[in-house]
């Protein structure tokens, strides 16, 4: 029987342990925290979607290579399936999204530790990893240094944000075969003025953001620094690298028909008064139109339609990469071999959120860090023969 060590007691550590564990080998999750999946139990805290139910091309299209691949191995009703089999009814929202009936992560959570031990997992918390060994991994412990044989080893240590959670992104330092990491699915900063400042919270609803190829009907909140919530996340990529991001406030209305609405304003009364009253627009969207200055130079009715339709949200930067959901950057997949093995050091693979690769908040997270943890954890047992 081998021995094998798994780096990280997150969804991508816990799923490689549970394939190589089913395969009869001994297997030791380490995890740096005083408890095991601590970003997984946050990510359940306002519900925990696990997964998108949607048809399986446009599934996976939210994947770039080589992650399609992997995650078409273990995919979006795959999910489903091992969720159900932990004994986790599930449901699935209006917009696809799934989750386990409970909303939160903790009966999942516990459920599956307690499959894993049955399996002969043994967990060690407070175990800092701090490298490799003539075939050992390295822990820094409470109780001073303590090493595993390690036939194979899976790491599983996360990305960069959150870092109270556990994933401090300190593994990736000094080497060379890593992106820089970057915030994903983040809020982005906007200096508003103190006019905004009642405003502050709202949730703007029934808009439609751009930036770059990316759009999103999703809902988004004005915040005191910014802008951010799961409309802003799924545009996030793009405008974190450089798009302009825009919104249309009134994305159900035809131009033509806007075009005569605000042609026939009666401009006895003020502009306010016309966007709330004449347009619908909610208190939070016509402060927004004042405070940008929208209609600066121009009476023309079509120039407002077509202002109103791709407001420019003044975005000075994302916010700080701690707070961002997820990061992009990471392990980069050419130094990995197709079953997630470090080329320069066989017998060690890598999954979840530490390879470079980013998705949209939605399930595809999630889902991409199991298939990655079941890919990893299957090639481990394929190595070790
Ligand atoms: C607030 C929030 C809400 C979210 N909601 C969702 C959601 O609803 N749906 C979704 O798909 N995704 C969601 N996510 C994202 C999702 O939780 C992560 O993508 C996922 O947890 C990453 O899994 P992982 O196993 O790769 O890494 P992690 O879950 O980050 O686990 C990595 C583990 O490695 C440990 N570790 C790090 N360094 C070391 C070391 N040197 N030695 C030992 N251990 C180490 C850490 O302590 C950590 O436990 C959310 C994230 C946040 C922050």
């Not at 970003?39 to 998108?52: I, R, V, Y």
């Amino acid at each position: 029987m081998a021995e094998a060590v798994v780096i990280g007691g997150g969804p991508a550590g816990l799923m490689a342990a549970e394939v190589l564990s089913a395969a009869g080998h001994r297997v030791t999750v380490a995890d740096r925290m005083p408890s095991i999946g601590r970003k997984f139990l946050m990510a359940g805290k306002s519900g925990l979607n696990l997964t998108k139910a949607e048809a399986r091309d446009s599934f996976l299209m939210q994947f770039q290579s080589p992650m399609r691949g992997i995650v078409a191995e273990f995919d979006m009703d795959a999910v489903q399936d091992w969720a159900r089999g932990l004994g986790q009814p599930l449901f699935t929202g209006s917009t696809g999204r799934v989750f386990p009936t409970a909303m939160k992560a903790s009966p999942l959570l516990r459920a599956w530790m307690a499959r894993l031990s049955a399996q002969g997992v043994v967990f060690r918390t407070r175990w800092h990893w701090s490298g490799f060994d003539q075939g050992e991994a390295r822990f820094e412990t409470p109780d001073g240094t303590q090493s595993l044989r390690a036939d194979a080893a899976v790491l599983a240590m996360g990305g960069a944000s959150w870092r109270r959670l556990g994933s401090d992104g300190q593994w990736a330092k000094g080497r060379g075969d890593v992106s820089a990491f970057r915030p994903a699915n983040c809020g982005f900063a906007v200096p508003w003025s103190p006019y905004m400042a009642p405003h502050f919270g709202t949730p703007m609803k029934a808009t439609l953001l751009s930036a770059g190829h990316l759009c999103s009907r999703g809902e988004w909140v004005l915040g005191q620094h910014g802008v951010e919530g799961g409309g802003i996340y799924e545009v996030s990529a793009a405008v974190r690298d450089g798009a302009p991001l825009t919104v249309d406030l009134l994305p159900d209305h035809d131009v033509a028909d806007l075009v005569k609405k605000i042609a026939r304003r009666n401009r006895k009364k003020t502009v306010t008064v016309f966007l709330k009253k004449g347009l619908g627009l909610s208190p939070a969207k016509a402060a927004l139109v004042n405070e940008i200055s929208l209609f600066a130079n121009t009476e023309d009715p079509a120039e407002w339609a077509a202002r109103l339709k791709a407001v420019p949200l003044p975005c000075s930067g994302p916010f700080p990469l701690d707070q961002a959901i997820s990061t992009a950057g990471g392990l980069r997949f050419d130094a990995l071999t197709d079953d997630l093995m470090l080329k320069n050091q066989p017998g060690v693979f890598a999954a979840g959120e530490m390879l470079d690769w980013e998705a949209i908040t939605g399930g595809y997270l999630l889902t991409g860090c199991l298939a990655s943890g079941r890919h990893a954890g299957s090639a481990a047992v394929r190595f070790l023969g």
